[in-house]
């Protein structure tokens, strides 16, 4: 493992964790996050599985709830990934639906119903 990969593993896996639910002011207004997979470990650590960040000033306690309440699979570019591979992989139908973008209100309008 290279020193650059050894810090990153030794550094994230010496912070303090937050369970599912946190409370929101245990919660940094701005900040990178990484998640970790329960039983899970690597490098002498708790294992990576997802590294992330938030759009807009104070809004990571906010991009953080989003991963565990669900919410619209486009505000998640991994949660998007994930849903496109499953779907591509089956050949499923339904993909070009799951391809639309429904983050914004006039984008669910167009395609209702």
């Known amino acids: 493992m290279s020193e650059i990969?050894?810090?990153?593993?030794?550094?994230?896996?010496?912070?303090?964790?937050h369970d599912y639910p946190f409370?929101?002011?245990?919660?940094?207004?701005n900040g990178?996050?990484?998640?970790?997979?329960?039983?899970?470990?690597?490098?002498?650590?708790?294992?990576?599985v997802?590294?992330?960040t938030h759009t807009g000033s104070n809004n990571l306690r906010n991009r953080l709830a989003e991963h565990y309440t669900g919410g619209n699979k486009d505000r998640s570019i991994f949660r998007k990934n994930i849903g496109r591979g499953f779907l591509n992989k089956d050949?499923?139908?339904?993909?070009?639906?799951?391809?639309?973008?429904l983050t914004s209100r006039e984008a669910r309008k167009r395609y209702e119903g």
């Open 5 to 17: 990969c050894w810090f990153l593993h030794t550094f994230v896996n010496s912070m303090r964790i």
């Open 23 to 29: 409370n929101p002011k245990d919660i940094p207004l």
């Open 32 to 48: 990178i996050y990484f998640l970790f997979e329960s039983g899970e470990f690597a490098h002498g650590g708790r294992r990576i």
């Open 50 to 52: 997802r590294v992330g």
């Open 91 to 101: 050949k499923d139908p339904f993909l070009k639906f799951w391809e639309l973008d």
